[in-house]
């Protein structure tokens, strides 16, 4: 049984002295399920990936067996200098994490055996890293490495580590479920391979994750498809409850959503939240939002007539995020890991595994996006083994509160939705054989052969493979002079990186090493501009957005109001003024989004909350959503009052069909198509441009997509109308693809999405050489004058390939989307003076995107007749 005494007992004799010693005086209670069932198959050498709930030791299940080995080393006969193991966070601020947390086991084992120093050292070696400690790391490799995916992969192309590879036995990769599905998963699975490779022997693998469904896949990632993985699933220990998760509305029956209105009810929540706990962590979905909320709470006083609460703002309240400086995070980390913060506000960069310490409550402010991220982030609070996780979802519409309380519905099942991984990212496969040319001439066969062990590459085409080291080596066709706005900034998008002949390749030049040194890894970032106030380093801001700031202007960073002073380089000079706020600096990310699970469900919610209205009545509705969601009566109402609102202007579309709405698009001539579908982001915005596309054949005239979770807009001009007969085979799966493509054609997204690509296979450099820069506005000239170029000279460019790919994938779910479309859903159309209330809350109009079906003669006779009647009708 797991949980008996003798599985304890066995478990914990693996480790041997003194680790047993330290353990069970540490823990008198006796190891977690997840450490009985990790510590014999670590111990024993196998591939394990462990999956336990947030909160029950993955740490030390993934690394006292380790330890113990070592320490037996020791013991036996002195355990010789070099690196053993080498651990992989898809976080910096959970590397630094888990070098405390191991600390303690080492400091206390080293007490037991009255030595000076402990005999297992451990290091980190991420990008905050200062230079001084890289070289000490370089020239003495610690037994245990913490690392990054991006820091692993630099290492891996300098010589100067080559040999340290040889000794490791281990690889721990941690929250692998967060990189599994990505590119830079793809990235950190042939990094793997290539320390394998180094290593001589193939050393064994350790992943860790709580939401890691289904396994079997996230294990092929970890080891690739020729290793055995043993799958560790563990149940939570015996007495620990699961989540509770409560869900808010920040409105009032009655009330339409104002913004301002629910940010102040939002700060008096949050206030009171903070005040009745003793840590809680503040999860916003953005930066400029996390700046904002972290200011506030500072700085705001309490409303007029209530109570102050018994907090000290300044001191006591603290911002997370990845754009602040490092020595800031860390010191953020201690005190909340101390006790010393009654909040921390954050973004994204708490959310995974680091150990939090006293918090005991986590605050979402809007929708998380997906249940393993409600999972994750709630999991934040109650850290400990025993702990108990508790959540406040705090919704601002109507849309929020229903879409919230599905997620957290699913979270307390546990319905974590399924990884969907990524495969052969020829950007990725470009930049690793970058690296590998790098740490020295390779055979092209045995280049291939080891990007095929890794698992988002096994099935890795050999022509695209071939095709990839052509490009690199220059070998494609393409016109001379595509440069980067500024001569000398990087290289020409045709010139060679790499040399090949007689089936070997290489590095073309010491400069390639140093670009691809300045550019490592997959995380497509504008460029940044450090902020320095009154001589300490606070952060960073997006380079074009420091380029924008005049004297005096003042902005919010790390959670204070700064007032710029000037701009020397990329080094922002700024003074700190306090007081009310300024400007919220501009980070550019991707949007939330639900997933696809959620999005059906919710749309299955909507469904049935109508059908039950219209049978049972108001009041039996409202109570079937207080007990199914567990909503309290005002939330309740919340959403009842908007599906009745929806059924009197126009209906809830059922899950088997595609509302469309009519109405005249406001404050401008034309129409607005508002469609309504039970899809997510990514297949509504698949589904919506092959439906423009096909109505852009139909009637060859220029719209406005907009896509969004459970459907999308599209805006037509006032002399184009769609009729009944217009919709007959828009929703049919008859050269599905094939439209979705022309539909990305004719917008803007092919050519957002080459600008990354390009970026990540080194074709351009996000970040130029010492000394040089590209003008303000970033990399945008990629997309506007070096996609256009490579199409026009190599339409088959791997590059090109992969921006397809990476569409029809990653970015927009072609095959959720044809999935409904299987279904045979109807098509239903209304005409309506107004945007109905679902097309508001849900697909209200944001960021439109132009796409292109006029042709030129077209165009030119229309503006034709527009100037004569302008003019009265003469010629």
């Known amino acids: 049984m797991i949980d008996g005494k003798d599985d304890a007992e066995n478990a914990l004799g693996l480790l041997g002295d003194p680790v047993r010693e330290w353990f069970t005086g540490a823990f008198p209670e006796g190891p977690t399920p997840a450490q009985r069932l990790a510590w014999p198959a670590i111990d024993s050498g196998e591939n394990v990936l462990l999956i336990s709930p947030t909160g029950t030791g993955k740490t030390l299940a993934g690394f006292l067996a380790i330890v113990a080995r070592l320490l037996r080393e020791h013991a036996a006969d002195g355990l010789k200098p070099g690196l053993r193991c080498v651990y992989v966070s898809p976080l910096r601020s959970l590397g630094y994490d888990v070098e405390k947390n191991l600390s303690i086991?080492?400091?206390?084992?080293?007490?037991?055996?009255?030595?000076?120093?402990?005999?297992?050292?451990v290091g980190v070696r991420t990008g905050d890293t200062s230079a001084?400690?890289?070289?000490?790391?370089?020239?003495?490799?610690?037994?245990?490495?913490?690392?990054?995916?991006?820091?692993?992969?630099?290492?891996?192309?300098?010589s100067g580590w080559r040999d340290h590879w040889r000794g490791v036995s281990h690889l721990v990769v941690d929250e692998v479920h967060a990189l599994a599905a990505t590119k830079r998963g793809a990235d950190l699975a042939i990094s793997?391979?290539?320390?394998?490779?180094?290593?001589?022997?193939?050393?064994?693998?350790?992943?860790?994750?709580?939401?890691?469904?289904?396994?079997?896949?996230?294990?092929?990632?970890?080891?690739?498809?020729?290793?055995?993985?043993?799958?560790?699933?563990?149940?939570?220990?015996?007495?620990?409850?699961?989540?509770?998760?409560?869900?808010?509305?920040?409105?009032?029956?009655?009330?339409?959503?104002?913004?301002?209105?629910?940010?102040?009810?939002?700060?008096?929540?949050?206030?009171?939240?903070?005040?009745?706990?003793?840590?809680?962590?503040?999860?916003?979905?953005?930066?400029?939002?996390?700046?904002?909320?972290?200011?506030?709470?500072?700085?705001?006083?309490?409303?007029?007539?209530?109570?102050?609460?018994?907090?000290?703002?300044?001191t006591e309240v603290?911002?997370?995020?990845?754009?602040?400086?490092?020595?800031?995070?860390?010191?953020?980390?201690?005190?909340?890991?101390?006790?010393?913060?009654?909040?921390?506000?954050?973004s994204t960069s708490l959310e995974l595994g680091v150990d939090v310490g006293t918090a005991d409550l986590t605050v979402q402010i809007g929708l998380p996006g997906g249940v393993a991220r409600c999972v994750q982030r709630i999991g934040r609070s109650g850290h400990r083994v025993g702990g108990q996780a508790r959540g406040l979802i705090l919704a601002a519409t109507a849309a929020e509160v229903a879409a919230g309380a599905v997620t957290a519905r699913a979270a307390r099942a546990g319905a974590i939705e399924p990884l969907k991984p990524i495969a052969s990212p020829l950007d990725v496969v470009c930049q690793q054989l970058i690296g590998i040319a790098c740490a020295g001439e390779t055979e092209i066969d045995a280049a291939y052969d080891l990007l095929r062990k890794a698992g988002p590459?096994?099935?890795?085409?050999?022509?695209?493979?071939?095709?990839?080291?052509?490009?690199?080596?220059?070998?494609?066709?393409?016109?001379?002079?595509?440069?980067?706005?500024?001569?000398g900034a990087a290289p020409r998008w045709t010139s060679p990186r790499i040399w090949k002949r007689n089936g070997w390749f290489g590095v073309r030049s010491r400069r390639v090493q140093r670009w691809l040194w300045s550019n490592v890894g997959t995380i497509n970032a504008e460029e940044s501009a450090a902020v320095v106030a009154d001589g300490t380093s606070i952060g960073t801001v997006e380079g074009s957005y420091a380029e924008r700031l005049s004297p005096g202007d003042r902005f919010v960073l790390d959670g204070r109001t700064l007032e710029f002073r000037r701009l020397d380089g990329l080094v922002l000079q700024a003074k700190l003024v306090g007081g009310e706020a300024g400007a919220l600096p501009v980070w550019h990310s991707d949007r939330q989004a639900l997933s696809t699970e959620l999005a059906a469900e919710l749309a299955a919610f909507r469904a049935e909350a109508s059908r039950r209205s219209a049978c049972d009545g108001p009041g039996a509705v409202r109570d079937w959503l207080a007990e199914t969601l567990e909503l309290d009566s005002r939330a309740a109402e919340v959403v009842a009052e908007l599906i009745e609102a929806q059924d009197r202007w126009s209906e809830t579309p059922t899950v088997d069909m595609l509302l469309i709405e009519e109405f005249p698009t406001p404050l401008e001539p034309g129409w607005t198509y508002a469609f309504?579908?039970?899809?997510?982001?990514?297949?509504?915005?698949?589904?919506?441009?092959?439906v423009s596309a096909r109505l852009g054949r139909r009637f060859g005239r220029d719209a406005t997509f907009q896509p969004a979770d459970l459907g999308w807009i599209l805006r037509l001009p006032d002399d184009v109308r769609v009729a009944e007969a217009d919709l007959a085979d828009i929703a049919t799966l008859d050269r599905l693809e094939e439209d979705v493509l022309e539909g990305v054609?004719?917008?803007?997204?092919?050519?957002?999405?080459?600008?990354?690509?390009?970026?990540?296979?080194?074709?351009?450099?996000?970040?130029?050489?010492?000394?040089?820069?590209?003008?303000?506005?970033?990399?945008?000239?990629?997309?506007?004058?070096?996609y256009p170029l490579v199409k026009a000279a190599c339409p088959d460019h791997p590059l090109l390939r992969e921006t397809r790919r990476e569409i029809l994938c990653d970015v927009l779910d072609v095959p959720a989307a044809a999935r409904w479309l299987e279904s045979g859903p109807t098509v239903r159309l209304r005409r309506l003076a107004a945007p109905s209330p679902f097309a508001t809350a849900w697909i209200a109009p944001g960021g439109d995107e132009p796409l292109r079906y006029d042709s030129p003669d077209d165009a030119l006779r229309r503006l034709h007749a527009r100037m004569t009647a302008a003019a009265g009708g003469s010629s």
């Open 318 to 346: 603290a911002v997370h995020h990845s754009a602040l400086d490092a020595t800031r995070r860390r010191d953020v980390e201690e005190r909340l890991k101390a006790g010393k913060l009654r909040a921390v506000v954050t």
């Open 457 to 487: 590459t096994a099935d890795l085409d050999r022509d695209d493979f071939l095709a990839c080291l052509d490009f690199l080596a220059g070998e494609l066709s393409g016109p001379s002079g595509a440069f980067e706005p500024e001569p």
């Open 192 to 314: 793997l391979e290539r320390l394998a490779d180094a290593a001589g022997d193939d050393p064994a693998r350790v992943g860790l994750s709580a939401t890691c469904r289904p396994p079997d896949p996230v294990a092929r990632f970890l080891v690739g498809p020729s290793r055995t993985c043993r799958i560790v699933e563990a149940p939570r220990p015996a007495g620990s409850k699961g989540l509770e998760i409560a869900v808010e509305s920040l409105l009032r029956p009655g009330e339409g959503p104002h913004r301002g209105l629910t940010y102040r009810r939002l700060l008096r929540r949050i206030r009171k939240a903070v005040a009745d706990n003793r840590t809680t962590v503040v999860f916003a979905n953005s930066r400029p939002m996390t700046e904002k909320v972290a200011h506030d709470l500072r700085n705001e006083p309490s409303g007029r007539g209530e109570a102050r609460h018994a907090f000290d703002g300044e």
């Open 745 to 786: 054609d004719r917008g803007e997204l092919a050519a957002r999405r080459f600008r990354h690509v390009a970026s990540t296979a080194l074709m351009v450099l996000r970040n130029p050489e010492p000394g040089r820069r590209v003008r303000v506005g970033g990399m945008n000239w990629v997309s506007t004058r070096l």
């Open 676 to 690: 309504h579908a039970p899809l997510n982001r990514s297949a509504s915005e698949a589904l919506g441009r092959a």
């Open 132 to 158: 001084y400690e890289r070289r000490k790391l370089r020239e003495g490799p610690p037994h245990i490495l913490i690392t990054t995916p991006e820091s692993l992969s630099l290492l891996l192309s300098q």
């Open 105 to 121: 086991p080492l400091r206390g084992v080293q007490r037991l055996l009255g030595l000076a120093k402990c005999p297992v050292r």
